[in-house]
């Protein structure tokens, strides 16, 4: 057993050197850790990749998500602000960020910086983001999130219900925001990146079914 056991403990220390050293690992490593329900552990991670390659922090609009379940709201909205610089088109970075500002300083001083979108044609991001800017209605979210049938549907109903969830936790309405949260996370959930940061919520905030 002893003769067996030392490769094993040399591996499992040669693959964290790798996991130090090796931009994709480390940003595997935030991305798992995150998904975990370990905000904290999957900042350290990605903080660690921007230190071997900083030209990869604008990227990082991951490392934004872990920031804000981290409660680093600060950190969340320069994260955002910097991801805005190479994704021009993206209502969700701009709702992030609105969210960041909104719990560290409130939703009125969130909208004098909330950032104009244009061209993000994916449903239901204009009533999303209009709802985010005050010009809109959880109506009109969920009722673009209708277009569709099948998986197509249950996507937009799983993105309706996400920023709804999203918007009511930092407008301060916890029990739509709990509401809205667990359809994004079990009733319309998806297995892809803001499908799973539903579950990721529901499990933080211990709203789990």
Same mark, same amino acid.
């Given at each position: 057993?002893?003769?067996?056991?030392l490769p094993?403990?040399l591996l499992?220390?040669?693959?964290?050197?790798?996991?130090?050293?090796?931009?994709?690992?480390l940003?595997?490593?935030?991305v798992?850790?995150?998904?975990?329900?370990?905000?904290?552990?999957?900042?350290?991670?990605?903080d660690?990749?921007?230190?071997l390659?900083?030209?990869?922090?604008?990227?990082?609009w991951?490392?934004?998500?872990?920031?804000?379940y981290?409660?680093?709201?600060?950190g969340?909205?320069?994260?955002?602000?910097?991801?805005?610089?190479? $994704?021009? $088109?993206?209502?969700?970075n701009?709702?992030?960020?609105?969210?960041?500002? +909104?719990?560290?300083?409130g939703?009125?001083?969130?909208?004098k910086?909330?950032?104009?979108?244009e061209g993000?044609?994916r449903?239901?991001?204009?009533?999303?983001h209009e709802?985010? &800017?005050?010009?809109?209605?959880?109506?009109?979210?969920?009722?673009?999130?209708?277009?569709?049938?099948?998986?197509?549907?249950? $996507?937009?109903?799983?993105y +309706?219900?996400?920023?709804?969830?999203?918007?009511?936790e930092?407008t301060?309405?916890?029990a739509? &925001?709990?509401?809205?949260?667990?359809?994004?996370a079990?009733?319309? +959930?998806?297995d892809?990146?803001?499908g799973?940061? +539903?579950?990721?919520?529901?499990?933080?905030?211990?709203?789990?079914?």
């Amino acid at each position: 057993m002893k003769r067996r056991l030392l490769p094993l403990l040399l591996l499992g220390l040669l693959s964290s050197v790798r996991a130090q050293d090796n931009p994709d690992a480390l940003f595997q490593q935030g991305v798992d850790l995150f998904f975990a329900a370990k905000p904290k552990e999957s900042v350290a991670a990605f903080d660690k990749l921007i230190a071997l390659v900083p030209q990869s922090k604008p990227q990082l609009w991951q490392r934004g998500l872990a920031l804000y379940y981290a409660g680093d709201f600060k950190g969340g909205r320069e994260q955002f602000e910097v991801h805005q610089t190479v $994704n021009g $088109n993206d209502v969700e970075n701009a709702a992030w960020h609105f969210l960041c500002i +909104a719990k560290g300083e409130g939703v009125e001083a969130a909208r004098k910086v909330f950032i104009p979108i244009e061209g993000d044609s994916r449903i239901p991001m204009k009533q999303v983001h209009e709802l985010f &800017a005050g010009k809109g209605s959880e109506e009109a979210v969920l009722k673009a999130a209708e277009e569709g049938e099948g998986e197509r549907l249950r $996507n937009h109903r799983c993105y +309706a219900h996400l920023y709804l969830g999203l918007y009511y936790e930092a407008t301060g309405d916890d029990a739509k &925001a709990k509401e809205h949260m667990l359809k994004a996370a079990h009733d319309f +959930a998806m297995d892809h990146y803001m499908g799973r940061v +539903a579950q990721v919520h529901v499990k933080i905030r211990g709203w789990e079914k």
